[in-house]
């Protein structure tokens, strides 16, 4: 297993796609759920800041960075993990995997577009993929985490792609792992529906203004570590 990287002070994995789908198999064939985190620069400049959402981020058996610009801060110049994060390979070579071993996925997101995309996004994308269930927390009539994970572990013991905003997902893991029944849990956020949004300028100026702090906060925080060591 490969070392850990840090990036704004959070430890996160270094791996390829296909690094990643067969850690995530190891974890499987030991019986054990395995937690999974696609890491994106929201996620960390959040973490830089709150030691708790840190935590809950490094605890993750599997994190998947998904996003060029953390590659970049992380000085991972190999040309094939950019084209990785780009086209998201991860996600799709995951998701064939599960095609071929005949395993079923729900989805949970917050809001109902955030469902309707990610329904949209499979259907376009894994057609053969076996979805047995569609939930998000503003159209469900769940009072509360306990009915909602009694509700998740009803329809799949397989894969949960959880989509949700920081750090309102990373906290949900943390709370309620130990009632879901689910083999996998996949934090994929909601920066990957907003990239294939319909409306291609939705967002545009917003992602550039996060771009422009994300490079700003690690600029800072590389040269604060220099100058302490």
Same mark, same amino acid.
């Given at each position: 297993m490969k070392e850990r990287i840090e990036v704004l002070g959070c430890k996160i994995d270094d791996l390829? /796609?296909?690094e990643a789908v067969e850690q995530i198999e190891c974890y499987l064939q030991s019986g054990m759920m395995c937690s999974v985190g696609m890491i994106n620069r929201k996620m960390l400049m959040y973490a830089a800041k709150d030691e708790i959402y840190r935590s809950q981020i490094e605890r993750m058996d599997v994190t998947v960075i998904n996003d060029r610009e953390i590659l970049k801060a /992380? &000085? +991972?110049?190999n040309e094939r993990r950019k084209e990785e994060v780009d086209q998201d390979v991860f996600l799709n070579a995951f998701l064939k995997d599960a095609v071929r071993r005949k395993r079923s996925v729900a989805i949970l997101a917050e809001l109902q577009d955030e469902r309707v995309a990610c329904e949209e996004y499979l259907a376009q994308r894994h057609s053969d993929l076996c979805i047995v269930g569609s939930f998000s927390i503003e159209e469900s009539q769940v009072e509360d985490d306990d009915s909602l994970v &009694?509700?998740?572990n009803a329809v799949t013991e397989d894969i949960l792609l959880v989509m949700m905003p920081c750090p309102e997902q990373e906290k949900f893991l943390a709370v309620n792992r130990g009632k879901l029944g689910v083999k996998v849990w996949i934090g994929i956020g909601t920066d990957m529906m907003e990239k294939y949004s319909n409306d291609l300028g939705k967002g545009f100026f917003e992602?550039? +203004?996060d771009k422009t702090k994300f490079k700003r906060q690690v600029s800072r925080y590389q040269s604060e570590k220099e100058n302490q060591s």
């Open positions: 390829s /796609a296909q /992380a &000085n +991972i110049e &009694n509700m998740l992602r550039f +203004i």
